[in-house]
């Protein structure tokens, strides 16, 4: 960690910028000989932990701390989340005159920043910037923003201490109602976007091959997805959950009776079905990379391959830029490309071809984007990874969170997959057996992404769409209270 003391001025750049009083730390001890090792209370840190959340789609591009211990770890988790290191600013110390604070603070630059001080510095820094405001609130944990030009900031909302009282968890469901399976994840939920799993089951069903071929899913095969997915309620019930969230993605979206069929599930289930578009499909599921990997401020791009499309999303940890849509499912692509196994030679040039050309259009934006890392999701890309795991002899989820594989490693067994047929496929160490037939083809799909992106490598994720729908499920849940306190405080400082 390095020390700030003098920052650049931005000009008539509009900013905003972040105070955040340390969270809850331990008693002042008379003995102590120095005050600046005092560490965060477990509800301290449980604070901090919940400052991710509420931070979660604002823009973070620079973290600032008081060299105090209480105030480093107060933003940890943040900087963490972010993959920002914390710069130390021995200005935002206890006792610093208020006139060299403000000073500072109005020298700081247009990268939105987050500044980590005590209960002495920041009401009298607000109160200089907004003196016809009563008495400043700074309640331990929580975050006045201000807003407007270097040198001309005002006070512009008060942020309630997230995380007040013990722990939050809730138990939540989700069915997921995929193209290639039906997918049921149990979870336990924190106010502090912990996630841990209760229970997963899944049930394959193929629907984006059949959607394909008839262009609706066929009665008989309606009538099966109504019992499984009552079946997986009746599990989620079970398991304790207190609430089922189901939604559907491309088959749904692409079956001239897609939403007939949601709509009967939901009086079956008696709960919404909500048909997702490809657009929220790539939301969510970047919702659950900010969370589980460490993104940073320059952009990522996520991708998560299921049976009906591929979706990807432009975005880093402050939230999502860009989301596309593409007909590259796994099960769509198989449904065409699937006789005779494996295939020859002439129908792989023609699968690659089809990849390239529906990736064409999309390629011009993602390229523009300037990604620096690429991250994939989904159950294809997970079967891949415990492939390639298990020829390195390891367990089959072992490491496959954050897993990164390099291109031509995946070239490589991309290669091997299409050359083999089924029965081959099935005597391969780490293979699933459930994807062994959809594998070939979504590995072709990866690998001609990185491709013609001209990427070296892809991180797999083990967190995608289901998580990533609890995920917001909690967060709207958690904070819906503590966000109209801050309407409320915004509509009194604007």
């Not at 943040?78 to 993959?83: D, M, P, T, V, W």
């Not at 200005?91 to 990268?111: C, F, G, H, I, N």
């Not at 699937?338 to 792989?348: E, G, R, Y």
């Not at 795991?389 to 290669?415: F, W, Y």
Request: charged share 25%; proline share 6%; hydrophobic share 40%.
């Amino acid at each position: 960690m390095g020390e700030t003391m003098e920052e650049g001025g931005g000009g008539g750049v509009r900013v905003k910028h972040y105070l955040i009083r340390h969270a809850k730390a331990g008693r002042r001890e008379p003995s102590s000989t120095s005050d600046r090792s005092r560490p965060l209370t477990r509800a301290g840190e449980y604070q901090a932990r919940c400052l991710v959340e509420q931070f979660d789609g604002q823009r973070v591009e620079r973290i600032l701390s008081s060299p105090h211990l209480r105030c480093r770890q107060t933003v940890e988790p943040l900087a963490e989340r972010r993959g920002l290191a914390i710069e130390i600013a021995p200005w935002l110390a206890e006792e610093t005159p208020t006139a060299s604070v403000l000073k500072l603070v109005a020298r700081l630059d247009s990268r939105s920043t987050v500044l980590c001080s005590h209960g002495d510095v920041i009401p009298s820094l607000v109160a200089e910037l907004a003196p016809e405001l009563p008495e400043a609130e700074c309640q331990k944990g929580s975050t006045w923003v201000l807003e407007g030009t270097p040198g001309a900031l005002r006070p512009v909302a008060y942020w309630q201490p997230p995380g007040r009282g013990e722990p939050q968890t809730a138990r939540l469901a989700v069915l997921d109602l995929g193209s290639t399976s039906f997918h049921l994840l149990v979870a336990d939920l924190g106010a502090d976007g912990s996630l841990e799993r209760v229970t997963r089951r899944r049930e394959m069903l193929r629907l984006g091959a059949l959607v394909t071929e008839g262009g609706e899913i066929p009665r008989p095969v309606e009538e099966r997805v109504v019992a499984t997915a009552v079946e997986l309620q009746r599990e989620a019930e079970e398991a304790g959950a207190s609430e089922l969230i189901a939604v559907a993605t491309a088959a749904f979206r692409s079956a001239r009776n897609g939403e007939r069929v949601a709509r009967r599930l939901a009086t079956a289930l008696g709960c919404p079905v909500r048909v997702l578009t490809g657009q929220e499909e790539a939301r969510a599921i970047f919702s659950a990379f900010r969370r589980r990997a460490a993104l940073g401020s320059r952009p990522v791009l996520g991708a998560d391959l299921g049976g009906g499309s591929l979706e990807l999303a432009i975005g880093n940890a402050g939230g999502v830029s860009a989301e596309l849509t593409l007909p590259l499912g796994a099960a769509r692509l198989q449904s065409e490309f699937q006789k005779p196994d494996p295939l020859p030679a002439s129908a792989v040039r023609e699968l690659r071809s089809r990849i390239s050309e529906v990736l064409a259009p999309a390629l011009v934006r993602l390229r523009a984007s300037r990604v620096s890392d690429h991250i994939a999701a989904g159950g294809t890309a997970r079967a891949l990874a415990r492939v390639l795991i298990a020829r390195e002899k390891n367990p089959p989820d072992s490491g496959i969170r954050n897993l990164v594989i390099a291109r031509a490693a995946l070239s490589n067994l991309t290669e091997q997959l299409l050359a083999s047929s089924h029965a081959e496929r099935l005597t391969m160490p780490g293979m699933d057996p459930r994807r062994a037939d959809l594998l070939p083809i979504g590995a072709a799909v990866l690998d001609g992404l990185l491709r013609d992106l001209g990427a070296r490598s892809l991180s797999i994720c083990d967190w995608g769409l289901r998580e990533g729908i609890l995920l917001d499920a909690a967060r709207e849940r958690f904070l819906t209270a503590q966000c109209a306190e801050w309407s409320q405080a915004r509509a009194q400082l604007v």
